[in-house]
T-cell receptor, first 112, second 113 residues
Framework: DAGITQSPRHKVTETGTPVTLRCHQTENHRYMYWYRQDPGHGLRLIHYSYGVKDTDKGEVSDGYSVSRSKTEDFLLTLESATSSQTSVYFC???????????FGPGTRLLVL | GDSVTQMEGPVTLSEEAFLTINCTYTATGYPSLFWYVQYPGEGLQLLLKATKADDKGSNKGFEATYRKETTSFHLEKGSVQVSDSAVYFCALSQNTGGFKTIFGAGTRLFVKA
């Protein structure tokens, strides 16, 4: 299994509070991704990174920011959480763009 | 815009039955196509992939062929097992005019003993 961990695995927070989710990899892969998974929508790309300090927006980036200061870590921040951001968040990595992605175990976030 | 459409579930089959899960896509450029599988409480894992037209991906008895003329990538397995019960996602990934990776909504498969 690819070495990908996500923390926390579960989080409950209140509307308006900031939340940061962490993805950590031990594979030294260049590309990292954040997705959200919601019923009926499959997975939707939030942001991705193509190197340290290099990131770009995905399909559903509004309300989210990311940072990548080290190859192994990719952080997703909800600056002010809303109930519509209640979801399961997955991190993924790949060695090349347009190639197989390896997924972490997910973080279940509930915004009350 | 680019999209992936897969058949709605749930699909319920008896053990040893034949499985087909349809997947069609729209894309500009030349996407790679994937099937991922998700077991309860876990992240997605690659089942198979194809990177160009007419390629066939296969793994664990599952197969799918990249059909450019019908823009399809249907998943098939000749004889399903109870352990194949999971959610299956069709996905495309491409880097033409900007990187995109798009997943279908997922198809839940139940296999009865």
């Amino acid at each position: 299994d690819a070495g990908i961990t996500q923390s926390p695995r579960h989080k409950v927070t209140e509307t308006g509070t900031p939340v940061t989710l962490r993805c950590h990899q031990t594979e030294n892969h260049r590309y990292m991704y954040w997705y959200r998974q919601d019923p009926g929508h499959g997975l939707r790309l939030i942001h991705y990174s193509y190197g340290v300090k290099d990131t770009d927006k995905g399909e559903v980036s509004d309300g989210y920011s990311v940072s990548r200061s080290k190859t192994e870590d990719f952080l997703l921040t909800l600056e002010s959480a809303t109930s519509s951001q209640t979801s399961v968040y997955f991190c993924a990595i790949s060695a090349k763009l347009q190639e197989t992605q390896y997924f972490g175990p997910g973080t279940r976030l509930l915004v009350l | 815009g680019d999209s992936v459409t897969q058949m709605e579930g749930p699909v319920t089959l008896s053990e040893e039955a034949f499985l087909t899960i349809n997947c069609t896509y729209t894309a500009t450029g030349y996407p790679s196509l994937f099937w991922y599988v998700q077991y309860p409480g876990e992240g997605l894992q690659l089942l198979l992939k194809a990177t160009k037209a007419d390629d066939k991906g296969s793994n664990k008895g599952f197969e799918a062929t990249y059909r450019k003329e019908t823009t399809s990538f249907h998943l098939e397995k000749g004889s399903v097992q109870v352990s194949d019960s999971a959610v299956y996602f069709c996905a495309l990934s491409q880097n033409t005019g900007g990187f995109k990776t798009i997943f279908g909504a997922g198809t839940r498969l139940f296999v009865k003993a």
